[in-house]
């Protein structure tokens, strides 16, 4: 069985502050996926990232940036300078071997004010 | 077009109606799944296509859920005697471009949603 645990239900930050968004993940599988979603108020889930089991090298996209670490399972994501079009719900979500269904956290909600 | 559809956009029926809800997936995507998104929750697997055939649906949640997807591409997820409890997003997304080879793990690109609300 795999599991996503998303701690935080919901964050308040002031503009220009940087934010982090944990993820943890368990499964028994060697090879696996994990990802993290944007859902706006409108719904749509946005494709933020992906990465495989074998990579743990950080990633950095603009304002963003994910640090994978295998040793404690986690996968957290981290906004610089927030602005209030950052405001979301995140989902970290994860796929195991060839079962490419998604396996969703619950979510954190993200508020950025002025 | 450029990305998922997915309509009706908003479905409201009474308890006990049929609903069908439609998703025309990515051009090209091999791979469509339904997920169900119960208020202030994370999206939960309902069922996955490959082409025409229905490779998984062990998440649907009961008999009265039935997927197709007769031609490979566009796909309809029906509901029979709706409960209150159906009541939810559901969303649609699609992935593996057959163009970029077999890679079951692409990112999933999802529609809008339909919300259903069962009164």
Redo the contacts between chains.
């Keep these: 069985a795999q599991k996503?645990t998303q701690a935080q239900t919901e964050i308040s930050v002031v503009e220009k502050e940087d934010v982090t968004l944990d993820c943890v993940y368990e499964t028994r599988d060697t090879t696996y996926?994990l990802?993290w979603?944007k859902q706006p108020p409108?719904?749509?889930?946005?494709?933020l990232i992906?990465r495989?089991s074998f990579d743990e090298q950080n990633e950095i996209s603009g304002r963003y940036s994910w640090n994978f670490q295998k040793s404690t399972s986690s996968f957290n994501f981290t906004i610089t300078a927030s602005q209030v079009v950052d405001s979301a719900v995140y989902?970290c979500?994860l796929?195991t071997g060839?079962?490419?269904?998604?396996?969703?956290?619950?979510?954190t909600r993200l508020q950025v004010t002025l | 077009g450029a990305g998922v559809s997915q309509s009706p956009r908003y479905k409201v029926a009474k308890r006990g109606q049929d609903v069908a809800l439609r998703c025309d997936p990515i051009s090209g995507h091999v791979?469509l799944?339904w997920?169900q998104q119960a208020l202030?929750?994370?999206?939960?697997?309902l069922t996955?296509f490959q082409n025409e055939a229905q490779l998984?649906k062990s998440?649907l949640p009961s008999d009265r859920f039935f997927a197709e997807r007769p031609e490979g591409s566009v796909s309809t997820l029906k509901i029979q005697r709706t409960q209150q409890e159906d009541s939810a997003?559901y969303?649609c997304?699609s992935?593996w471009d057959r163009a970029h080879g077999i890679d079951?793990?692409?990112?999933?690109?999802?529609?809008?949603?339909t919300?259903l609300s069962i009164l």
Excluded: C, I, M, W
């Design positions: 996503v996926y990802f979603y409108s719904g749509e889930l946005v494709f992906r495989n989902f979500a796929t060839t079962a490419s269904k998604l396996t969703f956290g619950t979510g | 791979s799944f997920y202030g929750q994370g999206p939960e697997f996955y998984d998440g997003v969303l997304a992935s079951s793990n692409q990112p999933q690109h999802f529609g809008d949603g919300r």
